[in-house]
């Protein structure tokens, strides 16, 4: 189960290699201390502020469950990433762990960036009744349990399982589908510009951290390919939920207009990332030779 080695045996750093420069995960690294250094103390919030203050109650009641989600979703990824970090440096990949240390970093700043927001335009009151059953399954027990069995457990299942519950559900279909949704909801009628503003930094943040994920589980995968098996488990395992909680959010809009959006619409755009996250896992399980290839794949990903 637990083969993690207690000393190290050389230091990469020291030997002709020093980092591997074209390593896909040290240039994801690059990219994010280049993209990755937005500040959401920077952002104006004042537009925002007021249109909460005059919004009517059904509208300020969606965005507080959305905030709610997001503001909640943003903590549990910051507070059980580490698990990963663990895996990672104990098995030597050092380009693995550099590139996850801006990846830690980036989640904290979301989790900021939502409690500054809720600061700014005063919506303080407690918003964890927004939790639903179906939210609190995913965010409050799959996700913290399939990381931190890594503490005891880092064989490739235990990673695949943790993998897929994070980036493939978590960031892939929910955080990317909510983050859609917002922009689709709230960019043309100007109402949150500082949140529009954060959500484009995030988008992007995100984008790497499922670069990193889909890159990971390829690796696994096409290293044995009986591991797609697990992968897709941890998928059907988690959809009923995923659904679910987006149908809990959107129910209050009872299927009409709001902010000029059906927010109906919210389900299909995250069943269609579901399938594409699939897809694209898939390749890896042909190709269990074709590390280079899968290597070459992820790049493509991350541009
Ligand atoms: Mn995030
Ligand atoms: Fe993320």
Known sequence: MNSLPKVHTGFQSSTEKLLDWNHPMYKLYEKAKKFGGWNPIDIDFSVDRQSVLNSGPK??????QLVALFGAGEEAV???????????ANEGRLEDTIYLTTFLYEEAKHTEFFAR???EVGM???????HTDNYKKV???MLPQAMNALYTDN????????LTTYHMVVEGMLAESGYHSFRLGFQATGLLPGMIEGIKNLGRDEGRHIGFGTYTLRRLISQDPKLYDVFTETMDGLLPYAIGLINDTIAITEGEEMYGVDWTIMT?????QYNTREASISKAKDHFDAYLEIEEE?????E
Do not use: G, H, N
């Not at 303080?124 to 927004?130: A, N, V």
């Open 59 to 64: 509208e300020r009641e969606l965005v507080a």
């Open 268 to 272: 299909d755009y995250a069943i269609k």
């Open 78 to 88: 910051t507070l059980d990433f580490l698990p990963v970090l663990y895996t990672m």
């Open 139 to 141: 965010f409050y027990e």
């Open 155 to 162: 064989s490739p299942e235990a990673q695949v399982r943790a």
């Open 124 to 130: 303080t009151e407690d918003l964890s009744k927004y």
């Open 117 to 119: 927001w809720r600061q």
């Open 298 to 302: 992820a790049e493509a990903i991350i």
